[in-house]
């Protein structure tokens, strides 16, 4: 395995924040990019191309949309949609091979308000997910499941739990079908690398939540047996959160190196 440097980051619209977008490119020069909530029908791939980023995309107007950026390389296409969602709307899985890996990425329903149909769309398609992941879990391939999951998977990963029991990123449903991935035997990268630090990827616009640094964890980048020996390193490019007009997520990564002796 070549080194690597693979990135999730949900934009929260490509237009707004195209040259948020550039920028972090030109700065943290990641390999992979998985992008999440374009909110946007088209997609910038002419500008992305002159960076030195080949594109994929699955847009929707106003609203979701994901793609996956290659450097120096053309991401190709498996995958669009979820197996078992064919009939679902919302643009919320791509998937495509890059540098040597099998890149899945994913815009997990938010789920909210809960209990009603959002929340029964959020399980339906976590359901999914997981069937979908086991086959991509046994592949030989190595394989990374990347993006905004909108699970917080455990009160660690979140700054303050009260304030967010009622909140479908912390239900216990939405819980179990995240800890049911990793007993397929995914690897939480980020937690794998900080196992006990409090890291977080997502700080909302409210009650100046991310000057407080009153974050939470919902941004994961999974990785398969096959590529989990690879993993060196994991963190969170939180500069970006606060530029001007930012995103309410900062980019999540990480970098794959030699393979670790045993």
């Not at 996956?68 to 009939?87: F, H, K, Q, S, V």
Request: with cysteine.
């Amino acid at each position: 395995m070549k080194a690597l440097k693979i990135a999730t980051f949900n934009i929260n619209g490509i237009r707004a924040r195209q040259a948020h977008l550039l920028a972090w490119l030109e700065r943290e020069k990641p390999d992979i990019v998985c992008l999440q909530e374009l909110k946007a029908a088209d997609f910038p791939s002419q500008q992305l191309a002159e960076a030195g980023y080949g594109s994929l995309f699955l847009g929707q107007p106003s609203w979701n949309g994901v793609a996956i950026l290659a450097r120096d390389a053309e991401p190709l296409e498996i995958r669009r949609g979820l197996p078992g969602m064919e009939n679902d709307a919302q643009s919320r899985y791509l998937e495509a091979a890059a540098h040597g890996v099998i890149v899945a990425c994913l815009y997990l329903p938010n789920g909210n308000p809960q209990p009603g149909p959002k929340f029964d769309y959020k399980l339906a398609w976590f359901e999914c997910l997981i069937e979908h992941a086991r086959a991509l879990h046994d592949s030989e391939h190595p394989v990374v499941l990347a993006g905004d999951f909108n699970v917080v998977p455990t009160d660690q990963d979140i700054y303050n739990p009260r304030s967010w029991l009622k909140d479908a990123l912390l239900q216990p449903q939405s819980r179990a079908c995240y800890q049911r991935l990793l007993e397929q035997g995914w690897v939480d990268s980020l937690r794998h690398v900080y196992p006990e630090e409090r890291i977080y990827t997502f700080w909302d616009y409210f009650r100046q939540h991310w000057e407080k640094n009153a974050g939470l964890r919902i941004d994961h980048l999974l990785l398969n047996p096959s590529l989990a020996p690879y993993l060196k390193n994991a963190g969170v490019d939180a500069w970006v959160r606060n530029e001007p007009k930012a995103s309410d997520h900062a980019p999540t990564w990480i970098e794959l190196g030699a393979r670790k002796k045993r």
